[in-house]
């Protein structure tokens, strides 16, 4: 949560860092701000305000903010509400500083350093920018402060600081939440990821945790936190520079669901060797598979329902009883894990503190953990003992889409591989899965074709306060999936339930020309769903129906929409109703004329508990 930028060199900074931040925005909006050093007054100039990034570069050319070294900062509120005087840079003596994390012991450190009464602001990063002020007021030098400073804070931190008497130079340490680095001809820039740094740069490197990088317009040095001089290892940005573009849509979120036929196959093609399910690159033999009799699944949002398909597919596949937990619940639970438990957390931006606890907490148990992620190199990935990569690309949209089918499609692997090397499935019917995955991205193509006719069953619910989803079996967690992403980005509230459980309770909400969206797919219990839908139809609900084709329905008139989704084996429906899924959310958004990549409240990395 929250982007950074800096840039050092001989280029205008505010045009770099602004154009930094608004590819960070994802990472946070609620306010943001750039602060850079001015030559003639020899001090750093700080311009803030509350929203988006373009607002702070109106501001900032107004207040001539302008120099060749600064920070910038985009924010997701934490610590204080939305105001001005809470939004980064924030200023303390000589130090400039911006933070992305949270440091928990902030109250503690207040009143231990007596600067209660001096804050201007609400937050944790002022309090932390003191600590840096007075350890640099004390020791009248960089290393020592910093050191002194990060001995100090409890919680986890990316800062970027500038002192006011070292020009031209920007400091940046960090614990958990990530910063990425590069140099180009006219300078050097660091940011929190490669969004933004892969519109500078090709080359990069990632600062450790409790390093200390120093930049200057001629290049990076690294230090350990005792100010000991280390070797940097730069790596290059294999992704496609121009992913991280709209190509044309209006929203990421459109783009993003229009990649996901790509992106399966991304995905699945190096994962299926001789026909099979593999994973010997990323040292998943049979003989590791072997070893486990439990499994774990746990992961936040959008990523636990993936794990939740996840449990269906590798007990139904496989029998291997699976459990599954959200991150933020299993890291303060009692989940019962030994060494022959494989823990696997799935998380697109590898960065969910959440997840990255459980991962710790299952290390701490004994278990082995596999990470399913889609940023390289991220924390979630580094830690666990085994990592398979989605290769969805680029995820700008808050609104997981793409993201989410490719975990899906590791799933179906996976589950695969595990009933393959449990003789729970031969390796004749284990080729023909393969090959009905392969066919996946047909299906979603043709649901991508059929765009405008799901549009029109979004204009269905678009002036509606509550939806409800139903469905049963893999329907049911398809339904979790799209009712998320409905409330997300429209805002209308809307609940998924087992379809069979509506008549325990909720079914009382339901009166004239409340929509319920029924996912009908499975054929083995399509008959039970219908009957589901005529219990709500005749309590007078709105009904649209995303059938299976094929799926008989007698008077199909009787339902107020129906939409038909191309035929699939059952395990394989999930797929084409989730991308029908996803643009009923989206187009119900971009109706109500809201900002669908960047829903209120929300930031795409959540590095917070
Ligand atoms: O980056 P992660 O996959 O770990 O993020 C977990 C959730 O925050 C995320 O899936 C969230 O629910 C989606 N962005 C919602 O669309």
Redesign the pocket.
Known sequence: MCGIMGYTGNNDAREIILKGLSALEYRGYDSAGIGIYDNATGKVRVSKCIGKVKNLASKAEKENISGSCGIGHTRWATHGGVTEENAHPHQVGKVTLTHNGIIENYEELASEFGIEENLVSETDTEVACSVFNHYYNKYKEPFKAIYKAVKCFRGTFAFTIIFEDIPGKIFAVRNVSPIVAGKTEHGTMLASDLTALSLFTKEYMVLGEYQILVMDKDGLELYNIHGEKLDIEYLTIDWDMDAATKKGFPFYMEKEINEQPEAFLNTVEPHCVNGLPDFTEEGLTDDVFKKYDRIFIT?????MHSGQVGKGLIEHLAHIPVETEIASEFIYGEPILDEKTLVIS???????ID?LTAVHKAHEAGADTLGIVNVHGTAIARESDYVIYTSAGPEIA???TK?YTVQLAVFYLLAAKLALVKGRMTEDKCRSFMKELMSVPEKIKKVIKDKDKVHKLATRIVEAKNVFMLGRGLDYYAILEGS??LK?VSYIHSEALPAGEIKHGTIALISDETPVILSVTQDKLAAKEISNAKEVKSRGALVILLIKDGVELENEDQWDAVYRLPADSDELMIFSVTVALQFIAYFTALDLGLDVDKPRNLA???TVE
Do not use: D
Not at 346 to 352: A, L
């Open positions: 992961a936040c949002g959008t990523a799935v998380s697109q931006s590898g960065e969910t997840t808050v609104a997981s993201a998320l992403k997300e795409k990395v959540v």
